[in-house]
């Protein structure tokens, strides 16, 4: 029994069946730790960008090592570093936030690239014509620039979105009961790893699918053209 739900492993269909409500609990973990890493790392993402494209070098240098720096550590000693090292320097975070936290700053480092490579495929005319509107550079950066290369990078996003919800499993190692830890529970506590570990396998082909498809349907829904200055 694991949060109150009981099983009977005489039959696999069964079984599959009692199972299917606490893995829907996992999930649900898993989706909410794929949301708010996401959200995380296209913020932040936005501001390593941002800083990285600094003419003072003492704004862009210290981005740019922090970027590397991330980009360049594993993810699970990031985690660890997160959750067993702060706290020494009195800094506790729930393990769920920890993880969460651990998944967007990993790849923020990966979305700042992605935003620089869209922000550098505007049209230098756009720069040119912004400047001859006397826009200011913040105005410029979020009313013209940014616009225009959003639509440009939604692809490259959503691949991020998906590689972030493959990784969400590696949050186990700080307790977070996800999908793929509370079958490993299931699979300890019944000797039955197959059923579970391959509920799990499908479930996570249904969530990148639809994560995909839905990438795939802003990705068209976005115009990709400039847009005209107003």
Avoid at 52 to 58: D, H, S, V
Avoid at 72 to 83: A, C, E, K, R
Avoid at 166 to 180: A, F, H, I, N
Avoid at 193 to 220: C, H, Q
């Amino acid at each position: 029994m694991l949060f109150g739900i009981a099983w009977d492993t005489s039959s696999g269909w069964a079984f599959a069946a009692s199972i299917l409500p606490i893995l829907m609990i996992g999930m649900w973990v898993t989706i909410q730790a794929t949301v708010l890493g996401f959200f995380i790392a296209l913020v932040v993402g936005l501001v390593w960008a941002a800083l990285k494209a600094a003419p003072l070098k003492i704004i862009s240098w210290p981005a740019a090592v922090v970027t590397e720096f991330l980009r360049d550590t594993p993810l699970l000693i990031q985690l660890f570093f997160l959750y067993y090292v702060l706290p020494e320097f009195g800094i506790t975070l729930p393990a769920f936030m920890t993880g969460a936290l651990a998944l967007g700053l990993q790849y923020s480092a990966y979305t700042s690239e992605v935003y620089r490579a869209g922000i550098e495929a505007v049209a230098k005319g756009q720069h040119e014509a912004a400047r001859a509107l006397n826009l200011s550079g913040g105005r410029t950066f979020t009313h013209i620039i940014l616009p225009q290369a959003v639509p440009r990078i939604i692809p490259a996003m959503g691949n991020y979105l998906v590689s972030i919800m493959k990784d969400v499993p590696l949050l186990s190692v700080v307790t977070v009961l996800e999908m793929l830890n509370v079958a490993r529970i299931i699979g300890d506590r019944t000797f039955n790893y197959i059923i579970p570990l391959s509920m799990v396998g499908g479930i996570y082909l249904i969530m990148t699918l639809v994560a995909s498809t839905g990438v795939r349907f802003v990705d068209r829904a976005l115009p990709k053209r400039g847009i005209p200055l107003k």
